[in-house]
């Protein structure tokens, strides 16, 4: 096997040389080409006959809604399922090496290694082979060096555990390169990180995709960024291929949206300024600032997540040093623990789903109840809890086999509406949402808003924590911005509030 | 759609399937039958009455030793301590008694023992954030030192003489009170833990800690009292046997530590937290004390007892393994 750091680190330059290795001779080939591909799991057919094909130094961004088979897909052409039908071809054979590398959307970086050897842990030659510091080291700067020099530079010794998401990330893409993948398959990529970092994020793909000719797959639900990075999109529907590698200037959003198969919605804004109380019924009082908040608001918090996170700790009873404070008649100040929030009637949908938020191995029922049973204070289980987390699981459309089932057979769609199932339809006073849209598909986002919406509609305060602009103007009532250095700089009245203005205030460009 | 819909509702205000909520308690059950016939073809004295009574005093401490185990393995945890208090408390009401005691205070005192060790697990894991491996590690030690200290070594006969009727007498008419204790233990145990919110709460804390917490479940009071309950009822198990052999040993409780854990894990539950049944747990520690009653029977070397008690560890496990999806 030969190996990445006897091979030129810098593939660009090596393109201008025009120097014969066998990459070279294959560069207008198509790197992945699946055609009529079909898989069936039991009874279910999943794929259909999906075509789907990468070129280099393409950026490719592969869309289709929760369960449309896009997952499916890729792990067939990643080897960790068989298919039954079609065929999957790549450009170049080159025996046990990936040629394609998948970043997950939950990192793969381990806490207690280095980022140098987080790098070049996949490189052992032989189970025995001795450890080389030095040799790790030489991989992960040589890989590193051609996404982010600096990080190359200056990081090589720091702890995995320590990185950044955004440095996480890198760290990962520069694995999947040093492994001489050809193409790189991003999942949702952008979903943990904020405005800035997803822009360096996007001009290091750009980069990478001109100057190594690798193929870049790109999986988002966020129509704007899609835009922004990719050249061409496949769009898959119910296990088939409806859009085939066309160019993304040639699609409409709208017609994007109907090609996924879900309606196009209007921006049902809430312009028509729906009637809020004018009682104030809490203030929230941080450093520099008091803001009353009415029932009923939908109040955003824009920023990087360093920013809100001050707040949303004192709200959900985690305060510990934030300078934050509640002030209102029965409201707590600083709730003393999670299960003091819980019986103020403080709901918190975490963004960290899989380790904060859904509880494994325990049935839906439990999953949706849990903090039920706190708030009313029941002691017993009875019977009617099972019409009572039907019910819910009905109203927010989420599919699952039964009530007894556990949250792990869920798409992450569906596992986010049971977070939310828990809040609903409990008198509940205010509720703190973290980025409760992030990794799900527009239909999804669209009944979520509508979920809050009714939240608030029946006098929930409602705390929306975001990285996508464009949405909390959408939803928000008032949006409280934070820039950067995790300053609160001020509140926005939806009257005078549009992207610009909260760029502005959040540091961040929109 | 619509009638994706209909499916869906119907399915979802059905109740849970016995067969599919106890399934892991249900093949157990049928292993430990087909167990108990298999040495029955040998030994028909096997599936005498005689030998099933002989076979539920055996597995009585065991039994309810391993509802304690269930309880702290539920929520994530270990608790390597249990056979070092078995032997502690066994100690300690012996000497108690050897004083003039009654049965009763001396009882007591044993129970206390639990409920110190318990304690001090319970504040050193939940308080202190000590992994439970070790903390329970160090109690293990240290209880199990005391056991040999308080009598220095010596085992001791018990002096009440009606202390046996904690074990043997009959509470209810025709029903030995290990069985009554048993039964009732686990009952309680299982009803708890399937219809209590607080039942829930091991099941929470075991699956995922950091979300229970947000959910406003108090998980270090969880926490604490599976512990807590651990120890006692490793104290209960203890005063049993003492109760049924009439004499307490520095040693008693040596083997039965693993055993529980065993029983636990045959049980059905993971050693992450988050699965197992009381039930499991019973039928856990029935199957060991069965797999041991047969090979005592067949008359295999008794040394042989620990290789097919892991070997029947492995099979439970892998049949639990293959059988979820």
Known sequence: MSDWEERDPDAGRRNENCTASANE???????????GLQKQFGATVVLKGVDFAVQPGQIHALLGGNGAGKSTMIRIITGDLTYDGGTVEFGSKRGDRPVVAVVHQELAVLPHLTLAENIGIVHARSFIEPYSARRAENIASKALSLIDPHLAATSLSRMGGDLTLHEAQIVEIARALSTG??????????????????????????????ETGIGIVFVSHRMKEIRQLCDVCTIIRDGRTVVNARPIADLTDAEIVRHMGQPAHRNSNSEAARTRSDHVEVTLVGPGIELPVHLGTILGL?????????????????????????????????????????????????????????LAQLPIIDNVLASRRIREKR????????????????????????????????SG?????????????????????????????????????????KMADSGTIIVWWSTENVELLEICDEILAFDTDGRCTGPLAHETYNEDALADLTGMAA | MNTEAQSISRALNIGPSILGT?????????????????????????????NFANILQAAAPLVIMSLGVLLVVLTGGIDLSVGSVFSLTGMV????????????????????????????????????????????????????????IVTNGRSMGIGAPDFWLLNSGQLIPGIANYVLFCVAFAALLELALRKMTFGRWFYAVGSSANAAHLLGVPVKRTRFSAYVFSSLMASFAGLLTVSYILNAESTAGASLMLQAIAAVVIGG?????????????????????????????????????GSVTGIAILIAVLIDRFSHK
Request: glycine share 12%; hydrophobic share 45%; charged share 15%.
């Open chain 2, 22 to 50: 106890y399934r892991t308690e249900i093949a157990i059950a049928i292993a430990i039958v087909v167990l108990m016939l298999g040495v029955g073809a040998f030994i028909p004295a096997a599936l005498s009455a005689g």
């Open chain 2, 93 to 148: 009401t012996a000497l108690i008694m050897s004083w003039g005691w009654g049965s009763v205070p001396s009882a007591a005192a044993g129970l206390g023992v639990g409920l110190i060790f318990g304690s001090i697990n319970g504040l050193l894991v939940t308080a202190v954030g000590l992994a439970p491996f070790v903390v329970t590690l160090i109690t293990y030690a240290v209880a199990g030192s005391l056991a040999f």
């Open chain 1, 379 to 410: 002691r017993y289980i009875s019977r009617s809890e099972r019409a009572e987390c039907g019910d819910l699981v009905r109203t927010l459309g989420v599919k699952v086999d039964s009530i007894w089932s556990v949250p792990s057979t869920l």
């Open chain 1, 25 to 35: 001779s294959n560069r207008p080939q198509t790197l992945v080409s699946v055609r």
């Open chain 2, 269 to 305: 539950a993971s050693l992450f937290g988050g699965t197992g049944s009381a039930i499991g747990a019973v039928l856990g520690a029935l199957m060991i004390t069965v797999i041991q009653n047969g090979v005592n029977l067949i008359g295999i070397n008794s040394f042989w007892q």
């Open chain 1, 413 to 453: 769609g569906n596992q986010q509406k049971l977070l939310i199932a828990r809040w609903l339809g409990m008198p509940l006073r205010m509720v703190v949402l973290e980025e409760p849209t992030r990794g799900v598909d527009i239909g999804t986002k669209r009944e979520i808003y509508a979920l809050i919406r």
């Open chain 1, 181 to 210: 993948a050809e193409v790189l398959l991003l999942d949702e990529p952008t979903a943990n990180l904020t405005v800035a970092e997803t822009e360096r994020l996007f001009a290091v793909l750009q980069r990478l995709a001109q």
């Open chain 1, 302 to 358: 824009a920023g990087s997540p360093d920013g809100p996170s001050g707040l949303i700790s004192t709200l959900i009873g985690k305060a510990g040093t934030s300078q934050w404070s509640l002030k209102g008649e029965g409201w707590p100040s600083r709730p003393t623990a999670p299960i003091a929030s819980v019986r103020n009637g403080i709901g918190y949908v975490t963004g960290d789903r899989a380790h904060k938020g859904v």
